[in-house]
């Protein structure tokens, strides 16, 4: 009689967790048993996720509203651009910006499991995980669960836990949907960033995904060491809708949330048997946030490892040239925050919003990274860098003693 409990354990039901379990159930491998844990499997609607891609993305069949043309927005001028295809060639279209809610996501994937015999639901919280010589291990409250392998998205390795950040940044965000008496928005075009707002000594922009002329998803962000109170986003908000001229709103639903935007190297690995999916194994971008389809390229890698039998590898990490990029823009946003909306303003101001959404997506050519790097202002750069790099080799020493 096996010592295991499943051929797999996905422990965590949020967006990562229920990602590994989708890409379970698009492998022929109705004989291998999997366990799902989590505190409860409630269908959620805190939260919406945004991504761009072909229409042919991971979950982009589950969005509700796409678009094509993404404004971004200064003091003083603004630019709305249209968006191709990704580096220029692609089988399947032009990007779209695309917005899936939790609600529409949860309910797509738990519906799926349910038609699953070998897939079973533990709802109980999770106090911990362990390796032992043949497999993972999780602890709950009335016992333990073994499996082979076990995927976890609930909390940081030990190892990550314990090492502080240098650049301890959050990018944190209150949001509204709301119908308004006037029709402000136009439905043809999100806007990923307006920038004409006070900058609170930090970096703050909002946010909207309109669905119609008086309908819209809108929020405030900022990056920053601390997160606010709603009362303060809500402020922003309502100060927002009335300059642009709403007249009465109506707030049909509310999300506030915080993203890590550290520069600590998250793990992708607890231990032999325990991987850690989603942003406690470092798929969140320190600089811009966006999480959603990172999770998904490491789900299906390691799900595919799984299926085939062979032993799991962590997801090929980007480039190092993106890697220097993000600490150096963090160090400049924790430690001169003046600087954060200038950078952003010369940089959508000398790049297409495509070209930058590809230098997010790390999928850049380096001549097209360098040509659009060098049109920033040089000098925090050049500050900020040489502190990094003297960082990193104080590091590098201290290591090796």
């Known amino acids: 009689m096996s010592a295991f409990d499943a051929d797999l354990i996905i422990a965590g039901a949020g967006c990562a967790g229920l990602s590994a379990l989708w890409h379970t159930m698009q492998q022929p491998n109705e004989h291998r048993k999997v366990i799902v844990i989590d505190r409860d499997f409630e269908v959620g609607d805190d939260r919406t996720w945004a991504f761009w891609g072909t229409r042919d993305a991971p979950f982009a069949h589950l969005a509700e509203q796409t678009w094509d043309k993404l404004r971004v927005r200064f003091p003083g001028w ?7 295809r990704p580096n220029g060639k692609s089988p399947s279209g032009r990007r779209v910006y695309s917005r899936v809610r939790q609600r529409d996501y949860d309910a797509a994937i738990l519906h799926e499991a349910a038609r699953h015999p070998n897939i079973r639901f533990v709802a109980q919280d999770i106090t911990g995980f362990r390796d032992d010589h043949t497999g993972g291990v999780v602890e709950l409250p009335e016992g333990e669960l073994r499996a082979p392998l076990v995927l976890q998205s609930t909390r940081l390795s030990p190892s990550n836990d314990a090492v502080p950040a240098r650049h301890p940044l959050l990018q944190h965000f209150g949001g ?16 990923l960033m307006d920038f004409d707002t006070d900058q609170f000594d930090a970096t703050a922009f909002f946010y909207v995904l309109p669905e119609a002329r008086d309908r819209a998803l809108v929020e405030f962000t900022m990056f920053s060491p601390q997160a606010r109170d709603a009362v303060f986003y809500n402020n922003r908000l309502r100060d927002y809708l009335e300059r642009l001229g709403a007249g009465a709103v109506s707030i049909e639903r509310t999300e506030y949330g915080v993203i890590p935007m550290d520069d600590r190297r998250r793990d992708q690995q607890w231990g032999e048997h325990v991987w850690n999916l989603g942003t406690v194994g470092g798929m969140t971008k320190p600089t811009s946030g966006y999480t959603f389809q990172r999770i998904h390229a490491q789900a299906r890698h390691l799900i595919d490892h799984w299926a085939n039998g062979t032993t799991p590898t962590p997801l090929p990490p980007p ?24 950078i952003f303003e010369r940089l959508f101001g000398t790049s297409s919003v495509d070209d930058v959404l590809t230098f997010l997506d790390e999928d850049s050519t380096l001549v097209n990274d360098a040509r659009m790097l060098t049109k920033l202002p040089w000098a925090p750069f050049l500050r900020a860098g040489a502190t990094e790099i003297g960082a990193h080799l104080l590091s590098a020493v201290s290591g090796r003693r």
């Open 78 to 84: 603004e630019t709305v651009g249209q968006l191709q």
């Open 176 to 191: 509204w949907e709301v119908r308004t008496q006037h029709p402000i928005f136009d439905p043809q075009v999100a806007t």
């Open 319 to 342: 480039s190092r040239r993106y890697r220097c990029a993000d600490k150096t823009l963090l160090n400049i946003l924790h430690h001169h925050p003046e600087h954060g909306r200038p």
